[in-house]
């Protein structure tokens, strides 16, 4: 189970990287550089081939990543059991890919049409209708990491108070003394499996 919780978190944060990373090098890399081609047939036509072979990975990449996060909620223990984070990260998740849906068959896809009957006008403006809602689902992607990294935190914080918060008079060493057998008891077995816990969430 923890390998599979591993493999999946894995496809998870690449899917990531490939889709947010996409978009960040898009707006602050390419854009600025094909800006400073004076004529707009080469600036345009070179732009909408870009952005069509970006599209076509990024919805790889957002598959990868809704079917590896919903997997790994399963393999955690279900939506119930999921921590706040989780359903804010999916909710984020689902508006980002609804406005990627919108910006691959809307203005990308006018922008394409422009280009192919050289209406340059036309690609231009919907070109700059795809920069601004880029820009906005790059800032939704940020977000959604800052709450992975502090909802993740703040989920393992509670996982090791509620470890240590087990009913028992008294705590016994898990470490022997030396010259002293050592003995790892049922409250202990607990203890150490709901911290270990904390670490993997498949772990269980």
């Known amino acids: 189970m923890r390998i599979v919780y591993t493999t999946l978190l894995f496809a998870h944060v690449l899917g990531v990287v490939v889709w947010v ?10 854009r600025p550089s094909a800006a400073r081609l004076q004529e707009a047939p080469v600036r345009l036509t070179f732009l909408s081939s870009t952005l069509g072979r970006f599209m076509s990975w990024a919805a790889l990449a957002i598959v990868v990543v809704l079917a590896s996060g919903v997997a790994m909620i399963l393999v955690s223990g279900g939506f119930r059991n999921a921590h706040l984070s989780v359903h804010l990260m999916l909710a984020v998740g689902l508006v ?46 940020f977000v959604t990491i800052a709450i992975a ?41 607990s203890l150490v499996i709901r911290l270990l816990s904390c670490l993997n969430p498949s772990i269980n």
């Open 21 to 30: 990373g996409g978009m960040f090098v898009l707006h602050f890399a390419v």
């Open 149 to 189: 990294t502090i909802g993740r935190s703040a989920d393992i914080q509670s996982r090791v108070a509620d470890a240590w918060s087990l009913p028992s008079p008294r705590r016994i060493s898990v470490i022997p003394r030396v010259g002293e057998a050592s003995h790892v008891g049922p409250y202990n077995r």
């Open 96 to 141: 980002m890919m609804a406005l990627y849906l919108h910006i691959r068959f809307a203005p990308f896809k006018r922008m394409r049409a422009a280009v192919m009957v050289a209406d340059w006008t036309a690609a231009g403006a919907n070109l700059d209708l795809v920069r601004k809602m880029v820009l906005i689902n790059l800032v939704l992607g």
